[in-house]
């Protein structure tokens, strides 16, 4: 494998992919071990390589949501410890933005910038320090709540729903 640009710890993906599958992060001097496997998805769909990113096994990585060209909010996705996919798939969580829509929590950098006419993942990448989307303009509500607020709201009623059925669960097995 020919590696450009003097990386010395990269990522290899799939062009077209989701949910980090074959996604690998080799440093340089373990090329030759991954040099067999490589070969083998090579052959089977369009591979890429790319720098790897130390900030997101650290600080996690920003996904913004687009409908019809308009920005409707982020998720902060955040890779479990040792690892450095953040899909829930390899033990990743993803952090919803409930608590900045609602004033509980405080805004990040990120979520303050008014400035998401980006193009490319690298331009994202490399302007991610200067961002600021505000994460408290919600753009799209239902009865002025945002889905974010329902889902909570979902969440809890499952729960609730969960415990009511356990616990119905537990006495019918207590009286036989």
Not at 107 to 119: G, R
């Amino acid at each position: 494998m020919v590696i450009a640009n003097n990386l010395t710890d990269f990522v290899i993906k799939p062009c077209v992919s989701g949910a980090a599958r074959e996604t690998y992060h080799i440093k340089i001097e373990d090329v030759d071990n991954h040099e067999a496997n490589f070969k083998k998805l090579i052959r089977q769909e369009a591979m890429m390589l790319q720098p790897f990113q130390y900030s997101v096994p650290v600080k996690g990585e920003v996904s913004y949501m687009v409908m019809n060209g308009k920005f409707t909010h982020a998720i902060l996705k955040k890779a479990k410890p040792g690892d450095f996919r953040v899909q829930d798939d390899f033990g990743g969580t993803v952090h919803d933005h409930f608590g900045i829509e609602q004033g509980f929590v405080e805004e990040s950098t990120v979520c303050a910038s008014q400035n998401i006419d980006l193009m490319t993942r690298e331009q994202i990448l490399n302007s991610l320090k200067e961002l600021n989307i505000s994460c408290k303009n919600v753009a799209f509500r239902i009865f002025g709540l945002s889905l974010t607020t329902y889902n909570l709201f979902a969440s809890v009623l499952m729960l609730i729903m969960s415990l009511k059925i356990l616990s119905l669960t537990n006495n019918h097995d207590i009286k036989k």
